[in-house]
């Protein structure tokens, strides 16, 4: 076994799982490197967005370290601050043109300009730039998840598609996303998703057993820990289907999905993927969405530790979002108009989505790559299109976790808005670099950000 390499998997009917990081093999190796067998964990870049931005008082940190100080807004991250990067004053200078959340949304990855009357032109986003770079290295280039299905209306001249995507894979093509969890999870070890109701551990358990003899004690608890993680993934999406839980369009069991008629891009079911694409689990959405939103933070989780991908962008909502907020007790308002008032509701919403990132970092930071953890391996930066749900995008929140496998310094707040240099591309200029990604310029810059 000690040939194994990160392009080995265990495999089963119609399934295929990557390994996680093994101390006793060399489970990582880089194949277009001299050295196929080196044993250094990857890099992974995680993208979180909430759209409608946040608490105009509340969205703030000062200071360094333990001694950090975070507004009301950051809070859930109050166990971080030794790994957080809080950066201040940053914007896309195209975004102010058109003052609406459409042309805030559509170039926010990009930095540029954006096309209106209805036409769809925006710029390759730079979690996409290092897709095609160095996408081919894993099963799936590049997961993009939702917990808001697109809206393909037009708003004040301005495509609501920009609204709805911030990962772009061309400047006229939106990533497709995947709003459904149970085909996010298929994408990730499902070879032939065809294969019917057959739990995905099932299939690969007589690999996974041939495995374990072959490695050491601790890494036998790992991979016991791994597995684990995948099962109870796939039945919290199988529970929740039992329960009447989920929502959406999907062919009835035991039939021929081909002899249904297709729902058209209105419908529930999801744009950019294939409704037909697999019978188990079934492909609804969890009516909660706190229960959503944990569950696409689990599968970016699963997605990363089974080195499935590392590059993983998580729309939580869409800019200009009517999601509601019962699981808080908030049902009264949908959340553009809630953006639109500093009230103790809106707050208690900004809290919960800076939540699913403390979610997955806390759960990045419990699984162990050699002296680092995979949270230290990671970038994961949330963002919005505007400060404030009053579209003031003259500087955009940004904070971003994990140590970018001992590249970034963390504990640190940075202030741009007086620098000369406040550009929103340069901080991407400036990580892409650290994915090997090195280029002369993107979108508007043609320089890093100082001090990342």
């Given at each position: 076994?000690?040939?194994?390499?990160?392009?080995?998997?265990?495999?089963?009917?119609?399934?295929?799982?990557?390994?996680?990081?093994?101390?006793?093999?060399?489970?990582?190796?880089?194949?277009?490197?001299?050295?196929?067998?080196?044993?250094?964990?990857?890099?992974?870049?995680?993208?979180?967005?909430?759209?409608?931005?946040?608490?105009?008082?509340?969205?703030w940190a000062k200071g360094t370290g333990t001694d950090m100080e975070l507004g009301k807004v950051l809070e859930p991250l109050s166990d971080f601050r030794e790994r957080l990067l809080f950066i201040r004053g940053l914007y896309n200078e195209e975004a102010l043109k058109g003052n609406i959340?459409?042309?805030?949304?559509?170039?926010?990855?990009?930095?540029?300009?954006?096309?209106?009357?209805?036409?769809?032109?925006?710029?390759?986003?730079?979690?996409?730039?290092?897709?095609?770079?160095?996408?081919?290295?894993?099963?799936?280039?590049?997961?993009?998840?939702?917990?808001?299905?697109?809206?393909?209306?037009?708003?004040?001249?301005?495509?609501?598609?920009?609204?709805?995507?911030?990962?772009?894979?061309?400047?006229?093509?939106?990533?497709?996303?995947?709003?459904?969890?149970?085909?996010?999870?298929?994408?990730?070890?499902?070879?032939?998703?065809?294969?019917?109701?057959?739990?995905?551990?099932?299939?690969?358990?007589?690999?996974?057993?041939?495995?374990?003899?072959?490695?050491?004690?601790?890494?036998?608890?790992?991979?016991?820990?791994?597995?684990?993680?995948?099962?109870?993934?796939?039945?919290?999406?199988?529970?929740?289907?039992?329960?009447?839980?989920?929502?959406?369009?999907?062919?009835?069991?035991?039939?021929?999905?081909?002899?249904?008629?297709?729902?058209?891009?209105?419908?529930?079911?999801?744009?950019?993927?294939?409704?037909?694409?697999?019978?188990?689990?079934?492909?609804?959405?969890?009516?909660?969405?706190?229960?959503?939103?944990?569950?696409?933070?689990?599968?970016?989780?699963?997605?990363?530790?089974?080195?499935?991908?590392?590059?993983?962008?998580?729309?939580?909502?869409?800019?200009?979002?009517?999601?509601?907020?019962?699981?808080?007790?908030?049902?009264?308002?949908?959340?553009?108009?809630?953006?639109?008032?500093?009230?103790?509701?809106?707050?208690?919403?900004?809290?919960?989505?800076?939540?699913?990132?403390?979610?997955?970092?806390?759960?990045?930071?419990?699984?162990?790559?050699?002296?680092?953890?995979?949270?230290?391996?990671?970038?994961?930066?949330?963002?919005?299109?505007?400060?404030?749900?009053?579209?003031?995008?003259?500087?955009?929140?940004?904070?971003?976790?994990?140590?970018?496998?001992?590249?970034?310094?963390?504990?640190?707040?940075?202030?741009?808005l007086e620098a000369p240099n406040r550009k929103m591309c340069s901080l991407y200029l400036s990580l892409m670099d650290k994915f090997g990604v090195s280029l002369d310029s993107f979108g508007d810059s043609t320089e890093r950000l100082a001090e990342v």
């Amino acid at each position: 076994m000690t040939h194994l390499t990160r392009r080995t998997m265990l495999r089963g009917l119609g399934v295929s799982m990557a390994l996680p990081w093994f101390e006793s093999l060399s489970a990582w190796g880089d194949e277009t490197a001299s050295t196929v067998d080196s044993n250094e964990p990857p890099l992974r870049l995680g993208v979180l967005f909430s759209g409608n931005g946040y608490h105009r008082d509340e969205w703030w940190a000062k200071g360094t370290g333990t001694d950090m100080e975070l507004g009301k807004v950051l809070e859930p991250l109050s166990d971080f601050r030794e790994r957080l990067l809080f950066i201040r004053g940053l914007y896309n200078e195209e975004a102010l043109k058109g003052n609406i959340h459409s042309s805030q949304t559509g170039n926010l990855l990009s930095g540029a300009p954006i096309a209106s009357g209805g036409e769809i032109r925006s710029g390759t986003s730079f979690d996409q730039v290092i897709a095609q770079h160095i996408g081919h290295r894993t099963k799936v280039p590049s997961l993009v998840l939702g917990c808001e299905k697109a809206n393909p209306s037009v708003h004040k001249n301005y495509s609501m598609l920009y609204s709805s995507h911030i990962s772009w894979s061309s400047p006229t093509t939106p990533t497709p996303l995947e709003v459904y969890p149970a085909l996010a999870f298929d994408r990730l070890f499902k070879d032939d998703v065809s294969q019917g109701d057959k739990s995905v551990l099932d299939a690969i358990l007589a690999d996974a057993s041939d495995l374990r003899r072959s490695i050491g004690k601790t890494d036998q608890q790992k991979l016991d820990e791994y597995l684990n993680s995948v099962r109870e993934v796939e039945q919290r999406i199988e529970r929740a289907d039992k329960r009447g839980e989920l929502q959406g369009w999907r062919p009835e069991k035991g039939s021929d999905p081909f002899q249904q008629k297709k729902p058209t891009l209105t419908s529930a079911a999801p744009q950019g993927s294939d409704p037909f694409s697999g019978l188990r689990p079934p492909d609804g959405i969890p009516q909660n969405i706190g229960e959503h939103m944990q569950l696409m933070s689990d599968i970016l989780v699963l997605a990363f530790q089974t080195d499935a991908t590392r590059i993983c962008t998580l729309k939580l909502n869409n800019d200009h979002s009517s999601l509601r907020f019962s699981n808080l007790g908030i049902d009264y308002m949908i959340h553009h108009l809630l953006s639109h008032q500093e009230s103790t509701d809106w707050l208690t919403v900004n809290q919960f989505f800076v939540q699913q990132l403390a979610y997955i970092a806390g759960k990045l930071d419990a699984i162990q790559e050699g002296e680092r953890t995979a949270l230290d391996n990671s970038v994961l930066m949330l963002c919005s299109s505007m400060l404030t749900g009053s579209h003031n995008a003259n500087q955009l929140p940004v904070v971003i976790l994990g140590g970018a496998g001992g590249q970034l310094q963390t504990g640190r707040t940075l202030d741009y808005l007086e620098a000369p240099n406040r550009k929103m591309c340069s901080l991407y200029l400036s990580l892409m670099d650290k994915f090997g990604v090195s280029l002369d310029s993107f979108g508007d810059s043609t320089e890093r950000l100082a001090e990342v």
